[in-house]
């Protein structure tokens, strides 16, 4: 593998502390000028991977490249890369000039240059004319901001952020996504992004890892995790899910809930158990006799922009349906669903072994 094609590679990285290791072997390659997440639960180990890259601290074992460079061995400030906190971690007794210069300051930078680059800095994420403003006097989005032009004004090669948005109140969080995504574009810099927030993930980035227990569980784009997980950990913690226990039965045909259906799924032996997932927009409330499954409504809650039903079948199946439809109580239903809506997955099939069926299949 040339490493120098990448903006960061990690081969064989693993982390222990006494006895508990953290990371499992971790290997990424992330390409130069995309938007990259680190997708999981608290203690997953995702930070602990950014603070790697940063030089905060060292592997146990394994490699890590910058743009082709080995990094083990350097230290933090001499990594061409910059970290945004979830804190933040901006100086309260400095204003937001000086505490977007004071990098630059302690490189001792000329003060032209410092004032050209900071200006642009603050142009950049749309806070021109705050340069006097107290750190105590910006908003959660403003600081946060600030925190991101201190970051890009030393002109990294690579931006962290750990959980920069955690701290946002909804709407804020919202919109600072679409901020953040965009700047990463016009920077063209590779963003590395730290979250325990699927619907952040799939909304920012071009490329997810979902991680668990020190381990990569799953990558991809976030139309292949989402569509295409690889097993309940990842179709639980990317979006809702209805997973029911099911038997493949030849290639493109499983049995569950009693009834054999049409699927897109092969690879996989006959009679093995399995898992289906459906999602809940998939699924369309019918007359029961029009439906591949029949159900009994439980209960229906208002959404915004659908209901959110929730029905039983026969077997006592829970099912979870977004739909416009309105349903009541006690009603029974009919729930259609399409081939490519059913999602088959294997009791630990590997990442590799996943993707091996999936392109053989393709093919």
């Known amino acids: 593998m040339e490493t120098a094609n990448y903006s960061v590679v990690l081969k064989g990285v693993t982390k222990s502390y006494d006895d508990h290791q953290v990371l499992k072997t971790i290997d990424m390659e992330l390409e130069k000028g995309k938007f990259y997440t680190l997708l999981g639960p608290s203690g997953c ?22 743009d082709g460079k080995n990094l083990n061995g350097i230290a933090a400030n001499q990594r061409k890369v910059n970290t945004v906190f979830q804190d933040y971690a901006l ?3 400095m204003n937001v000039y000086d505490n977007i ?7 001792n930078v000329d003060k032209a240059t410092i004032k050209e680059k900071v200006t642009d800095a603050l142009k950049m994420v749309q806070l021109s004319g705050y340069e006097n403003r107290d750190i105590a006097e910006m908003s959660g ?42 700047l990463q574009q016009r920077l063209g810099i590779t963003f590395v992004f ?24 799953q ?54 158990a399995v898992e289906v997932v459906i999602r809940p927009e998939d699924i369309d409330i019918t ?27 026969q077997a006592g199946n829970e099912w979870m349906i977004h739909t416009t439809d309105k349903v009541q109580p006690g009603a029974q239903v009919g729930l259609f669903f ?12 590997s990442e590799a072994e996943f993707d091996a069926r999936l392109e053989q299949y393709e093919d």
């Not at 210069?101 to 490189?107: H, T, Y």
């Not at 899910?241 to 009693?258: H, L, Q, T």
Request: aromatic share 8%; net charge negative; proline share 4%.
């Open 45 to 66: 180990g995702k930070t602990t991977i950014l603070r790697i890259i940063a030089g905060f601290t060292s592997a146990t074992s394994g490699e890590v490249y910058l």
């Open 91 to 93: 100086f309260p007794h």
């Open 101 to 107: 210069a004071f990098g630059l300051s302690v490189k």
């Open 141 to 182: 989005g403003q600081r946060q901001r600030v925190a991101i032009a201190r970051a890009i004004v030393n002109e990294p090669e690579v931006l962290l952020l750990d959980e920069p948005l955690s701290a946002l109140d909804l709407k804020l969080r919202t919109d600072m996504q679409y901020e953040l995504r965009e």
């Open 194 to 217: 730290v979250t325990h927030d699927q619907e952040e993930a799939l909304a920012m980035s071009d490329w997810i890892y979902v991680m668990n227990n020190g381990e990569i569980v």
């Open 219 to 272: 990558s991809g784009t976030p139309v292949d995790i989402y569509d295409e997980p690889i097993n309940r950990y990842v179709a639980d913690f990317i979006g809702e899910s209805n997973i029911v226990d099911a038997k493949m039965i030849a290639d493109y045909r499983v049995e569950f809930v009693g009834k054999e259906f049409d699927c897109e799924d092969a690879g996989i032996p006959a009679g093995e």
């Open 287 to 313: 007359a029961p006799e029009q439906g591949k499954l029949v159900a009994t409504v439980d209960t229906m809650l208002f959404r915004g922009v659908f209901n959110e039903v929730i029905a039983y079948d």
């Open 338 to 349: 399409n081939p490519e809506d059913i999602h088959v997955m294997r009791f630990n099939e």
